[in-house]
């Protein structure tokens, strides 16, 4: 008995972090369980179809559901996880204020630039989806088609040819 109490004392932090783990595990079981159905919850879902819609843990649960449902979202979202987590283990761990800048420069020179391009994609896309004016032409990819400016405005002529041609 002696044995095992010296061996978790030397590695407490170790226990620690395997509960903790165990106990992030039984909560993503039941989570799972509670958004597939599964179980006991089951029995709950047809009861209270209306009621749960209203409930901050529904919202969260479908918030997930439509986020991760493309991989692109579910990829943006590891990358960006990854990002932040970095830099908050270089901001915990750094001992001075010159290892921080310095983590926070390797953190950011490796990251940045996917993040970077997670952004400029999302942002893109979504200035993508706007509607052009009625009657406007538009290519097969439904984007405006570009128009002879000439067409568009009256008092605009084409130059006259140089004289000696």
Same mark, same amino acid.
């Given at each position: 008995?002696?044995?095992?109490?010296?061996?978790?004392?030397?590695?407490?932090?170790?226990?620690?972090?395997?509960?903790?783990?165990?106990?992030?595990?039984?909560?993503?079981?039941?989570?799972?369980?509670?958004?597939?159905?599964?179980?006991?919850?089951?029995?709950?879902?047809?009861?209270?179809?209306?009621?749960?819609?209203?409930?901050?843990?529904?919202?969260?649960?479908?918030?997930?559901?439509?986020?991760?449902?493309?991989?692109?979202?579910?990829?943006?979202?590891?990358?960006?996880?990854?990002?932040?987590?970095?830099?908050?283990?270089?901001?915990?761990?750094?001992?001075?204020?010159?290892?921080?800048?310095?983590?926070?420069?390797?953190?950011?020179?490796? =990251?940045?630039?996917?993040?970077?391009?997670?952004?400029?994609?999302?942002?893109?896309?979504?200035?993508?989806?706007?509607?052009?004016?009625?009657?406007?032409?538009?290519?097969?990819?439904? =984007?405006?088609?570009?128009?002879?400016?000439?067409?568009?405005?009256?008092?605009?002529?084409?130059?006259?040819?140089?004289?000696? =041609?």
């Amino acid at each position: 008995m002696s044995q095992v109490l010296d061996f978790l004392a030397r590695q407490y932090a170790g226990v620690g972090v395997l509960f903790g783990c165990l106990f992030l595990l039984v909560l993503l079981v039941q989570w799972l369980a509670w958004i597939f159905h599964l179980g006991r919850f089951k029995l709950l879902a047809d009861a209270r179809r209306e009621e749960r819609t209203s409930q901050l843990r529904f919202v969260i649960a479908d918030f997930f559901v439509k986020v991760i449902d493309d991989f692109r979202h579910l990829l943006a979202l590891v990358l960006l996880l990854i990002f932040m987590l970095t830099l908050g283990a270089v901001l915990v761990w750094a001992p001075t204020f010159k290892d921080v800048k310095e983590g926070l420069q390797v953190v950011v020179a490796a =990251l940045g630039g996917l993040v970077g391009s997670m952004i400029g994609y999302y942002f893109g896309e979504s200035t993508g989806k706007g509607k052009t004016p009625e009657g406007q032409p538009t290519t097969p990819a439904g =984007l405006p088609a570009i128009q002879d400016p000439a067409a568009e405005a009256p008092d605009i002529r084409p130059a006259p040819a140089p004289p000696g =041609l």
